[in-house]
């Protein structure tokens, strides 16, 4: 094990919105015994309001910085299963930051998929959940962004759990085995 992997103790989930970051990231934590962070959590309780209520009071850019502090905090810690917000690898120094201290997990879904959990998820407030993707065609959007984002999720990932037909459970057994299967060591 060269250096940089000594330090990698921590489990980092990325992906686009609604993939399962948040949720297969506790049962994941609760299964290996670790601490659970969830990034998004940490910056709406640090700015005491939602997620769109800063992207709509502060902007995007105020945004992106208390995620990149949340991430910093989050990577602090050793042993913990971190799960980050859709957009935290648009930044190099957070991409750099995550492959230096965790094995990195892409959760990947389907567009119509992703947008049928939106969908899901918005009957339950009143203001879109998801800012980035207000607008007259969601399906397009999701689609569009994610394929901004994909080259650099590839580009981080060691390794990818596809989400769209599973259960959250489900989602946090294939984790586990992936890892594994790559040489992670889950003491």
Not at 82 to 98: D, F, L, P, S
Not at 124 to 150: M, N
Not at 151 to 156: I, Q, R, V
């Given at each position: 094990?060269?250096?940089?992997q000594?330090?990698k103790s921590?489990?980092?989930?990325i992906?686009?919105?609604?993939?399962g970051k948040?949720?297969?990231?506790w049962?994941?934590?609760?299964?290996?015994g670790r601490?659970?962070i969830?990034t998004d959590?940490w910056?709406?309780?640090?700015?005491?309001?939602s997620i769109?209520?800063?992207f709509?009071?502060?902007?995007e850019l105020?945004?992106?910085e208390?995620e990149?502090?949340a991430?910093?905090?989050?990577l602090?810690?050793?042993?913990?299963?971190?799960?980050?917000?859709g957009?935290?690898?648009?930044y190099?120094t957070n991409?750099?930051?995550?492959?230096e201290r965790?094995w990195?997990?892409?959760l990947e879904?389907?567009p119509?998929t992703?947008?049928?959990?939106m969908?899901?998820e918005?009957?339950t407030?009143?203001?879109?959940?998801r800012?980035l993707?207000?607008?007259?065609d969601?399906?397009?959007?999701?689609?569009?962004?994610?394929?901004?984002r994909?080259?650099?999720?590839?580009?981080?990932?060691?390794?990818v759990?596809?989400?769209?037909?599973?259960?959250?459970e489900?989602?946090a057994?294939?984790?586990?085995?992936?890892?594994?299967?790559?040489?992670v060591?889950?003491c």
């Amino acid at each position: 094990m060269n250096e940089n992997q000594s330090k990698k103790s921590n489990i980092i989930l990325i992906g686009f919105s609604t993939t399962g970051k948040s949720r297969a990231g506790w049962i994941l934590a609760q299964r290996l015994g670790r601490a659970f962070i969830d990034t998004d959590a940490w910056i709406a309780g640090m700015a005491r309001k939602s997620i769109p209520e800063i992207f709509e009071e502060d902007g995007e850019l105020h945004f992106r910085e208390l995620e990149r502090l949340a991430l910093e905090e989050a990577l602090a810690r050793d042993q913990a299963v971190i799960a980050t917000g859709g957009g935290v690898i648009t930044y190099k120094t957070n991409r750099e930051r995550m492959a230096e201290r965790g094995w990195i997990v892409l959760l990947e879904a389907e567009p119509e998929t992703i947008l049928h959990r939106m969908q899901a998820e918005d009957t339950t407030s009143e203001v879109p959940i998801r800012p980035l993707l207000a607008g007259d065609d969601p399906l397009q959007q999701i689609i569009e962004l994610k394929q901004k984002r994909q080259p650099l999720y590839d580009s981080l990932a060691d390794t990818v759990v596809s989400t769209d037909d599973i259960s959250i459970e489900e989602v946090a057994d294939r984790v586990i085995d992936k890892l594994g299967s790559i040489g992670v060591a889950f003491c």
